[in-house]
Every structure is written in structure tokens, then in C-alpha cells.
């Protein structure tokens, strides 16, 4: 303990050298109050490396130019002032010249390398870029914070280090930034039809594809023991024969083949009043949809006099209790009044091919559990692949139909098969009416390969 006390003494005590070298310091402080040279250290002469002329004047450092005047930078300055002041109207300052694009020198290997600024005023990503007027780029837009500069009261862009650098990446990965598809207001002509209900248009089928959820025909086939999916699909294409001999309305026909398929998921129908169920249908859709609707007196007719008026007006009550009087209710055809549009209404071949695939769809009993909507938009999809259309599904049919591609194979699939089929099947109703002259005989269009579907 000792020891260690005796050191601890010893080193706090001053040292002869301190006092030596605090006098010393203490005689330069006095001199330099007296205004005489440093007694210690001879002042420097001329050592013939500085112009006298040029001294004499001193160098100024041009506006804006704030930085420590080292070695190489005095040398800049010094030639800068020298050819300035030999040059007779030089265009531009020399030494603006000289400093904004100072001329880069290797140095000696026993030469001291000039003194660096301070790295707070460094521009790390400028990569030495320059714009025209011999500024340096901000050192945001170096960093890739903005790409756009305030000059001169105009936005200029900047391409940066980081913005090249993220393009070049993009583009090698194939993620090259692509303009986003329009959707196409398919009702910018229809802005003085006030039948078109422009103004409340997408709100209509906003709750049409709400409402569509209730009150959905089942898979009632397994609930039917006379009854078989072939026995509906003969119902379905007479009930379109007689559709034509009425010259009904659209609206009718699908709204008569949804109350059969209704009316079936709620009761058990023997096979002899099958028909009759059709019949009466009809008669509701007909009242429903029709400004004249057929009586009942000419369903008697077509219907051979199989049934009496009796009958169906029993049958007609039946249905409408069973289904508690509710026939207001978006069909497939609802959605194929839009969608078509959507798909392109100065097509007609087109249109009657959308309108062939969407009674094709009333005969396959595969739909039957199918959302109006979807059978609507597969109806679309499988007459644009059968008329080749690119591409077979837009950004528009997909803003207004709320489906992908890949939610329509399978239904699209069906309707193909449907019409492949059709020239040699023994209901050929549809088949024939499409193939008509008025209809642009698209039923006699090739069919598409299932192929196509991906």
C-alpha cells in the first residue's frame, strides 16, 4: 500500500519538463501580445514556390465556393489567378472554372494527400454527376428521396443512382411497370335514355347480386322419385317452343323455367303433372312480365287439351303459395342484358352468341344450382372463346361481373359440351332457333374446343 501511495505522489508532483515547456509557452504568449516574432521558431522566407504579384494582391475564393484551401487546391487557385490575370476577356472565371471542375492529379507516393472536407458536407451518392451548369445534384435526389427538383419555379426530374439502378432491376425481373387497362364506361351513350337509368345502373345490379342468394333453386333431383334430369331438359325445350309461338318476351322465359325449378326444390311432382307445372309457369310468368299475356284457353291448346283450365288455375295457386307470391328475383337474363353490353354491344354476332350459350344454359340441369350471374358470365366467356375473341376476358367484363377467368371453366365447359352436342340431339329447339337467319346462324358456328379452356 505503501508503494503504491508513493507512486500516486509521484506522478501528480510536476516534472521539470512541464515547467520547462509551460515557460516556454508563457514567452510565446508574451510575445506574441508584443507584436514580436515566436523567440522559439524563425519565421519561413520565400522559398520561391509562391508568385510575389500574386500574394501581394491575395486569392479569393469565388461565391459560394466554402472549403479549406489544401495544397492542391491553393495550386488550383494559383494557376486560376495567373491565367486570369494574363487573359484578356476570358467568356468565364478561370478559377470558377478550375474549382467547379477541378483537374484530378495523382499524387506522389511521398506526397501527403490533400485534406478531405468534412463528411458532413460530402455528397456520398453523387457519384461525381454534375447537371449542365457545373452545380452538384441535392444530395436528396442523390439519395433517391425525390425524384424531382425545384428549379427555376418548374419541377425537374432527377435520375438518380438508385432510381437506374431499381429500373435496371425491374426490367431484368420482368416487373417493368405497365399502364393499368381502362374500363370502359359502356354507358356514356345512353346518358339522355332515361329508360337506361344511367344514374342508378350499377346500384340496380349491386342488389341484384345481393338478391340472388335467396330464395335459390336446390339439387332437388334426389327429392323427385318420377322425375329425372332428362324429363326437365324435354319440359325446358317445350316450354322455349311455345316461348316462340307466343312471341314472348325474354324475361318470361327465364323467369318461367326459374319457377319450375323453384317449385320442384319445395314439392314432390308426379311425372303426368310435370307438364302441367311448366304450364302454369308460364301463366304466372306471362302475368308477371307480359302487357298481353296469353290465356289460359291457349295453353289448353298447345297443350293438346291435356289438361282442363280447372287444373292449371289449381296448380297455378299451388305454385304461387308454395313459393309465398315472391317472383321478384334477378334470373340469368337480368345479367345478361349487362354483361353482353360489357362484353361489346356493336357486336351482333356477338350478342345473338351470348343469348345461344344463355338457353343452352335453361336446358343443361347442371346450372340449375349455379348464381344467375355466373351462368351469365360463363355464357359470355364461351361465346367470345367460340368467336375467338382477344382477349376472352377484359378488365371491363371483370370490373362488371366480379368473376376471373378461372371461376368460369367449369361452367364454360358445360356450355361447350352443350354445343358440340346440340346438331345431334333430340332436343334441338335452341339449336334451331339460333340457327336461323334473324338469330345470324351462330348455333351453326363451329364449336370451340374444350381444348382452349386452360
Not at 63 to 83: D, V, Y
Not at 93 to 99: D, F, I, N, Q, S
Not at 356 to 379: K, Q
Amino acid at each position: 500500500m505503501a508503494t503504491r501511495n508513493h507512486r500516486a505522489v509521484a506522478a501528480a508532483a510536476p516534472q521539470p519538463a512541464n515547467r520547462g515547456a509551460a515557460r516556454i509557452a508563457g514567452k510565446q504568449k508574451d510575445a506574441a501580445a508584443a507584436g514580436r516574432p515566436n523567440p522559439t521558431r524563425p519565421a519561413l522566407g520565400d522559398i520561391g514556390n509562391v508568385a510575389p504579384d500574386v500574394l501581394d494582391g491575395g486569392i479569393k475564393l469565388p461565391e459560394g465556393i466554402h472549403r479549406p484551401i489544401t495544397r492542391s487546391f491553393g495550386a488550383q487557385l494559383l494557376k486560376a489567378a495567373l491565367a486570369n490575370k494574363n487573359a484578356v476577356a476570358p467568356a468565364q472565371p478561370v478559377a470558377a472554372r478550375v474549382v467547379t471542375k477541378p483537374a484530378r492529379k495523382v499524387p506522389a507516393k511521398n506526397t501527403p494527400r490533400p485534406e478531405q472536407a468534412p463528411k458532413e458536407n460530402r455528397k456520398p451518392s453523387e457519384g461525381g454527376a454534375k447537371d449542365p451548369e457545373g452545380n452538384r445534384k441535392l444530395s436528396e435526389a442523390a439519395a433517391g428521396s425525390s425524384r424531382f427538383v425545384q428549379k427555376d419555379g418548374r419541377k425537374k426530374h432527377v435520375y438518380t443512382l438508385s432510381t437506374v439502378l431499381s429500373a435496371r432491376s425491374k426490367a431484368a425481373c420482368g416487373l417493368t411497370e405497365k399502364p393499368k387497362p381502362l374500363i370502359e364506361d359502356i354507358d356514356k351513350f345512353n346518358g339522355d335514355n332515361q329508360l337506361a337509368l344511367v344514374d342508378y345502373v350499377e346500384d340496380i345490379y349491386t342488389f341484384y347480386k345481393t338478391a340472388q342468394h335467396e330464395s335459390r333453386p336446390i339439387d332437388y333431383m334426389g327429392n323427385q322419385p318420377e322425375l329425372s334430369s332428362k324429363m326437365r331438359a324435354t319440359l325446358t325445350d317445350w316450354l322455349i317452343e311455345s316461348h316462340q309461338r307466343f312471341h314472348l318476351m325474354p324475361e318470361t322465359l327465364y323467369l318461367t323455367i326459374y319457377i319450375v325449378d323453384r317449385y320442384l326444390s319445395l314439392q314432390p311432382v308426379p311425372r303426368r303433372e310435370l307438364q302441367l307445372v311448366g304450364m302454369a309457369a308460364m301463366l304466372i310468368a306471362c302475368k308477371y312480365e307480359e302487357i298481353w299475356a296469353p290465356e289460359v284457353n291457349d295453353f289448353i291448346e298447345i297443350a293438346d287439351c291435356a289438361f282442363s283450365r280447372p287444373q292449371i288455375l289449381v296448380a297455378e295457386k299451388s305454385i304461387l303459395n308454395s313459393m309465398q307470391w315472391n317472383l321478384t328475383v334477378p334470373t340469368p337474363y337480368h345479367f345478361l342484358l349487362r354483361f353482353a353490353k360489357a362484353a361489346g354491344s356493336a357486336d351482333e354476332q356477338l350478342q345473338h352468341m351470348i343469348y345461344f350459350f344463355g338457353e343452352l344454359a335453361l336446358m343443361d340441369y347442371g346450372m340449375v344450382t349455379t348464381y344467375p350471374s355466373t351462368v351469365a358470365a360463363c355464357a359470355v366467356y364461351a361465346a367470345r372463346l367460340t368467336l375467338r375473341k382477344s382477349p376472352l376476358w377484359t378488365e371491363t367484363l371483370k370490373h362488371h361481373t366480379g368473376l376471373h377467368e378461372r371461376q368460369l371453366m367449369e361452367g364454360a365447359r358445360m356450355l361447350l359440351r352443350s354445343h358440340a352436342a346440340a346438331p345431334d340431339a333430340n332436343l334441338k329447339t335452341v339449336y334451331e332457333k339460333y340457327g336461323a337467319e334473324r338469330f345470324g346462324r351462330v348455333a351453326l358456328h363451329p364449336p370451340a374446343a374444350l381444348c382452349d379452356l386452360v
